[in-house]
């Protein structure tokens, strides 16, 4: 059977997160029903990394096996027609090895949080940022940051529920940039590593906004680093503004246009 990589957006908010329910809607869900408008009997799909409710995407990567050896870009507009009118779309598809993997197979992932400080409530980007309405300390927090980039035992910045064999993880960005907003600032946080823990990205950010805030020291985040406790952690974020940015892998599967993928295939 054919090897797919598709590339896909979406907007998390209707969702219960990426992973299949059965009785809850799911990206996952969404693109597998899509999938069996084109081949009924198509199996279900493996993606980079679970996302959970309410966490949006703009580069997540999945894999699906099918019967025909669709051109890329049929697929994808194909794939795109079924999924109206869901807020999910397939960016790209591509062809790939009988071997290649959506998780396995990719070298680290990328995830983007946008926090934005202003009194005034946020219209347009309603759902898709984090709003406080007090000012932060971009300084602040990049102090805070400095504590957690490395590798460490994360254990108080993942959720009780993680099912990570080992906490320890290598944290390699967490760059926090500053820009302007309609009557406040937006913070944007990029954050880079092999693998993340389940909640570790929003506990992360919870607890620096805390710093930014004003509420706690930075040195309070390499301590409850050190605790190695979930009850030293600080808030944990909501999830509107989080965003799976990049997957990557040892070659990008989508580097070639679709529209040549499709005269090749």
Request: hydrophobic share 40%; proline share 7%.
């Amino acid at each position: 059977m054919p090897r797919f990589a598709l590339k896909i957006e979406y907007n998390g908010a209707p969702f219960s997160g990426w992973q299949r329910q059965t009785d809850q809607p799911s990206v996952q869900g969404a693109i597998e029903a899509a999938l069996r408008k084109l081949e009924p009997d198509a199996p279900g799909i493996a993606a980079a990394g679970r996302t959970d409710s309410g966490v949006h995407a703009t580069a997540q990567v999945a894999h699906c096996d099918l019967r025909h050896d669709w051109s890329a870009f049929r697929l994808s507009e194909a794939l795109n027609y079924h999924l109206k009118p869901a807020p999910v779309a397939i960016v790209a598809a591509a062809r790939v090895a009988d071997d290649w993997h959506a998780r396995f197979s990719a070298q680290e992932r990328r995830y983007l949080f946008r926090l934005v400080a202003r009194r005034a409530p946020v219209v347009h980007d309603a759902g898709l940022v984090w709003q406080v309405r007090h000012p932060l300390s971009l300084d602040a927090m990049r102090a805070g940051a400095a504590h957690l980039l490395g590798q460490h035992d994360f254990t108080t910045f993942r959720s009780t529920m993680c099912q990570a064999l080992s906490p320890v993880k290598t944290l390699d960005q967490l760059d926090i940039s500053e820009h302007p907003y309609p009557g406040g600032q937006e913070f944007r946080f990029a954050l880079r590593a092999r693998s993340f823990l389940h909640n570790q990205v929003r506990s992360i950010v919870g607890t620096l906004e805390r710093v930014g805030a004003g509420k706690w020291p930075a040195e309070r985040v390499g301590a409850a680093l050190f605790a190695k406790d979930r009850a030293a952690c600080g808030p944990v974020s909501p999830p509107q503004g989080l965003y799976l940015a990049h997957v990557e892998y040892p070659s990008d599967p989508f580097e070639i246009p679709q529209s040549d993928q499709g005269e090749k295939m």
